[in-house]
């Protein structure tokens, strides 16, 4: 079993910046490929970015260029660096992780965190 424990939400202003951590409670974060998630208010949960155990870093459209994941194996942690936020980032966000075989059944075969809210308003 893998729990995973978000932090570093809060209140930012537009334009302002914020890193959001996720600790994950064993050695899993140079294995797994973790991602972080959102789910903002009336809307469904998506996507945000990932990094695969090779390190190769993906991103959502609404992401690139402005979020920046990473992670630090020795401390089992992955970050999500976000800037140039926007009232749209608006969102709980979730980090994931899940096998890479099981890549694309994060809903079912992942562990996620219980989140850590970002709001993005003046």
């Known amino acids: 079993q893998v729990q995973l424990v978000e932090s570093g939400g809060g209140l930012v202003q537009p334009g302002g910046s914020l890193r959001l951590s996720c600790a994950a409670s064993r050695s899993i974060v140079s294995i797994y490929v973790m991602g972080w998630y959102r789910r903002a208010p009336g809307k469904e949960r998506e996507w945000v970015a990932r990094?695969?155990?090779?390190?190769?870093?993906t991103y959502a459209d609404s992401a690139k260029g402005r979020f920046t994941i990473s992670r630090d194996n020795a401390q089992n942690m992955v970050y999500l660096q976000m800037s140039s936020l926007k009232p749209d980032d608006t969102a709980v966000y979730y980090c994931n992780a899940v096998r890479p075989s099981e890549l694309g059944y994060e809903d079912v075969l992942g562990y996620w965190g219980k989140g850590t809210l970002v709001t993005v308003s003046s």
């Open positions: 990094i695969f155990s090779g390190g190769t870093t």
